[in-house]
């Protein structure tokens, strides 16, 4: 009930407020791969802002699910506003933010069946295949990050691995700048991360600091060039899909309802409250920000003593 009353209070402050009102401007997300999690937040609430927004389905294999349920009304609930229409998405693109450019592909993966029925989804068809349909867009939001060796610890992480995770949740981000420029009025970059990734491995934590850093470097040479303003959310553990995968996304959240100063989970939508004040208005003074979304878990030291984590294969030194 809590959760529900923030997000109409959110809502009513958002369509009532001029200062924070984006009417007209169009908005690409890349990385929504289902209706509860980050990507989709965001969306939810810059849609309240009068935007129009287009998707981009961050996960290839799964597109076609992701479009079918769309159809079939299983995102209906997720996608009602407050007048009782439902959020209309103007497009969905197939997206692999991997590669760059079609040239990049090696044939056994243009072969891959994962691939099958899709086509122009490297991040250079994508902006040109947006710029054919809609001619620009204001805000550009990176929901990707991606890691096969997310599991393991950052000391067994193999070069392969580390450099994969690097690629798809680090230089995609860069990738997506690079190529949506051209095409961009002046407006706003955003990416969101995971902030506690101290014990996420396989390069994903290595990842988070190349975001933050990159993040900083990207607003002063966007700012100056094209008048773009960059901004990183740094979002605390979510129970999505996506982190499900991980395999220990309860064991986090557990930890931070221990240990964080506000004693609550956090919700998609606070992200997605975040995301629509940094690209509204409200944030025209703001860029090169990492914007902490995380119930104040940065703030606090992680305790490797804390019941929590006695199942993780935690190295302790040998008291003898």
Same mark, same amino acid.
């Given at each position: 009930?809590?959760?529900?009353?923030?997000?109409?209070?959110?809502?009513?402050?958002?369509?009532?407020?001029?200062?924070?009102?984006?009417?007209?401007?169009?908005?690409?997300?890349?990385?929504?791969?289902?209706?509860?999690?980050?990507?989709?937040?965001?969306?939810?609430?810059? /849609?309240?802002?009068? /935007? $129009?927004? /287009?998707?981009?389905?961050?996960?290839?294999?799964?597109?076609?699910?992701?479009?079918?349920?769309?159809?079939?009304?299983?995102?209906?609930?997720?996608?009602?506003?407050?007048?009782?229409?439902?959020?209309?998405?103007?497009?969905?693109?197939? /997206?692999?933010?991997?590669?760059?450019?079609? *040239?990049?592909?090696? *044939?056994?993966?243009?072969?891959?069946?994962?691939?099958?029925?899709?086509?122009?989804?490297?991040?250079?068809?994508?902006?040109?295949?947006? $710029?054919?349909?809609?001619?620009?867009?204001?805000?550009?939001?990176?929901?990707?990050?991606?890691?096969? *060796?997310?599991?393991?610890?950052?000391?067994?992480?193999?070069?392969?691995?580390?450099?994969?995770?690097?690629?798809?949740?680090?230089?995609?981000?860069?990738?997506?700048?690079?190529?949506?420029?051209?095409?961009?009025?002046?407006?706003?970059?955003?990416?969101?991360?995971?902030?506690?990734?101290?014990?996420?491995?396989?390069?994903?934590?290595?990842?988070?600091?190349?975001?933050?850093?990159?993040?900083?470097?990207?607003?002063?040479?966007?700012?100056?060039?094209? $008048?773009?303003?960059?901004?990183?959310?740094?979002?605390?553990?979510?129970?999505?899909?996506?982190?499900?995968?991980?395999?220990?996304?309860?064991?986090?959240?557990?930890?931070?309802?221990?240990?964080?100063?506000?004693?609550?989970?956090?919700?998609?939508?606070?992200?997605?409250?975040?995301?629509?004040?940094?690209?509204?208005?409200?944030?025209?003074?703001?860029?090169?920000?990492?914007?902490?979304?995380?119930?104040?878990?940065?703030?606090?030291?992680?305790?490797?003593?804390?019941?929590?984590?006695?199942?993780?294969?935690?190295?302790?030194?040998?008291?003898?």
């Amino acid at each position: 009930m809590e959760i529900v009353a923030t997000l109409s209070l959110t809502r009513d402050w958002v369509s009532r407020s001029p200062n924070c009102r984006l009417d007209g401007k169009r908005a690409f997300i890349a990385g929504v791969a289902d209706d509860n999690g980050y990507g989709w937040a965001i969306a939810n609430l810059l /849609l309240l802002l009068v /935007l $129009k927004f /287009l998707l981009a389905h961050g996960c290839l294999y799964a597109l076609n699910i992701f479009e079918s349920s769309l159809r079939r009304g299983k995102f209906d609930e997720s996608r009602m506003l407050p007048d009782g229409s439902l959020m209309e998405i103007s497009k969905v693109y197939p /997206l692999d933010a991997v590669y760059d450019k079609p *040239e990049d592909v090696p *044939e056994d993966v243009k072969l891959n069946k994962r691939y099958a029925g899709s086509s122009n989804w490297t991040v250079k068809e994508v902006a040109e295949s947006v $710029k054919q349909d809609f001619g620009s867009i204001d805000i550009l939001v990176h929901s990707l990050a991606n890691g096969p *060796e997310v599991v393991k610890p950052l000391l067994e992480t193999s070069r392969n691995g580390y450099l994969a995770a690097i690629s798809a949740s680090s230089y995609s981000f860069i990738s997506l700048l690079q190529h949506f420029v051209p095409i961009m009025n002046p407006g706003t970059f955003l990416s969101t991360l995971f902030s506690f990734l101290l014990i996420y491995g396989g390069g994903m934590s290595s990842a988070k600091a190349a975001l933050e850093s990159d993040t900083r470097v990207l607003a002063f040479e966007a700012g100056r060039k094209n $008048k773009i303003r960059v901004n990183t959310i740094s979002a605390g553990p979510l129970r999505s899909r996506a982190a499900k995968a991980i395999g220990f996304i309860d064991m986090m959240i557990d930890y931070s309802l221990v240990n964080a100063p506000l004693e609550k989970e956090l919700t998609a939508e606070e992200v997605g409250n975040a995301a629509a004040f940094l690209a509204s208005p409200l944030a025209s003074a703001i860029t090169g920000s990492v914007v902490y979304v995380d119930n104040g878990l940065n703030a606090m030291g992680v305790g490797v003593d804390s019941p929590i984590f006695e199942n993780l294969d935690i190295p302790k030194a040998n008291k003898s």
